[in-house]
């Protein structure tokens, strides 16, 4: 393990350890995005496009990378964001992200969609800010039994997605046949021969357990299609609004409107999101939509980004741009799936130094001091 992680210097290092050691299927489950992807292109490329502007000749001996994420305390302006099926990247699953998030000092969701029980978790990184990412279902009251779960076990918030009334077109899980969990079929089996650490992990280990139901077998299409309610609209939001007593987050917003329409009902805070590409293919960019909606709502709730960051200088940039904070999935889940817990740890320190020498560089000592004369975003094309 260690010296798959040793020479990991990036996120994207982290991610060519991942290719290596996972199977084919359930590394591009995590690399790839809906159709032929082109939201996912389109967001790393808008990243790519930011421009900083530093300042020199200020003092950065000492560099503050804290901030307040929902009105408490975080070391970084940094969510580690829900992600479906995780114990099937690293049977270390959501509790080694969970220990890794409460020891960076920043929250963690875990997804409806996880592979790890509500109370389990809990139990697996005490003391962390947990949080509880919720899809709206059809069975109204296995939503209000998550909800109460999440209350007795402690989780500090609820996060409502609302981007996926409907399974998203995800080929490349189609084309490599990917079911949940894994299956041994002659395709996998050969891919497997070139992995075998991953397969005898997966098969010494304990069954996938998942944060809301005992057990699934099938594709990723066929749960969403079988659970989630596509006829839901914002008295849901409402409901769940009065359901629960503690900070609600709505994760999905892609235009101001939808923005004002959820803060309306009483949420504390927006995730600007399309999935991370995984929905529609050529939704909105984030960090393009990402002013429109601080105009909105930048003034009655807390806006935070989420999708293309693959670095700490996105999250900077993200920041200096409006958002609150950033919330990541592929960049620490390269990290599980290269090494477990400790690429988890890996990919946090890598975010952390890079959030650290970028605010250095720019001549910045203190997350608050970051703003929008810190950073623009060059013309698509302008090189």
């Keep these: 393990m260690e010296h798959r992680l040793a020479p990991a210097v990036s996120i ?16 591009d489950y995590t690399d790839g995005a809906a159709g032929d992807e082109r ?5 790393r490329d808008a990243f790519a496009r930011v421009e900083f502007h530093p300042t020199v000749l200020r003092d ?30 690293h049977t270390e699953g959501e509790p080694a992200v969970g220990r890794v998030a409460a020891r960076a000092g920043i929250p963690y969701a875990l997804s409806t969609m996880g592979t ?45 997605t609302v981007d996926t009334p409907v399974a998203g077109p995800r080929l490349r899980d189609a084309r490599n046949g990917l079911t949940i969990p894994p299956s041994l079929t002659l395709r996998t089996f050969l891919d497997g021969a070139t ?23 099938g594709t990723v299409a066929d749960l969403i299609g079988r659970m989630f309610d596509p006829a839901a609209t914002i008295a849901d939001v409402e409901w769940l609004r009065d359901a629960w007593g503690g900070p609600l987050v709505v994760k999905g917003i892609q235009n101001a ?107 910045v000592t203190s997350v608050a001091e970051l703003g929008p004369r810190h950073v623009s975003l060059r013309p698509p094309g302008a090189g």
Excluded at 257 to 276: I, K, L, W
């Design 12 to 27: 994207a290092d982290l991610r060519l350890a991942a290719r290596r050691r996972a199977p084919r299927a359930v590394f």
């Design 39 to 43: 939201t996912l292109s389109r967001m």
């Design 60 to 89: 950065v001996a000492r560099i503050d990378t804290s901030t307040d994420i929902l009105g408490r305390p975080a070391a970084l302006p940094l969510v580690f964001g829900p992600t479906g099926f995780t114990r099937m990247m």
């Design 116 to 160: 790890t029980s509500i109370e389990r978790l809990a139990a697996e990184a005490p003391g962390g800010r947990l949080w509880f990412q919720l899809y709206l279902w059809r069975d109204r009251g296995a939503g209000r039994d998550f909800v109460a779960r999440a209350a007795a076990a402690g989780y500090e918030a609820l996060v409502l």
């Design 195 to 217: 992995r075998p650490g991953w397969w005898w992990d997966l098969l010494t280990t304990e069954p996938l357990e998942f944060a809301s139901l005992r057990r699934f077998e």
């Design 257 to 363: 409107a939808d923005a004002r329409a959820v803060v309306d009902a009483g949420v504390d805070a927006v995730v600007v999101s399309n999935h991370g590409g995984r929905q529609l293919d050529r939704a909105p960019v984030p960090l393009e939509v990402l002013p429109e909606v601080l105009d909105a709502v930048g003034d009655r709730a807390d806006v935070y980004l989420d999708g293309g960051i693959m670095s700490g200088g996105d999250v900077v940039a993200a920041v200096a741009m409006g958002a609150r904070a950033a919330l990541v999935g592929r960049a620490y889940l390269y990290g599980l799936m290269a090494g477990g817990e400790r690429g988890v740890a890996r990919a946090a320190d890598i975010l952390a130094g890079e959030v650290r020498s970028t605010m250095a560089l720019l001549g």
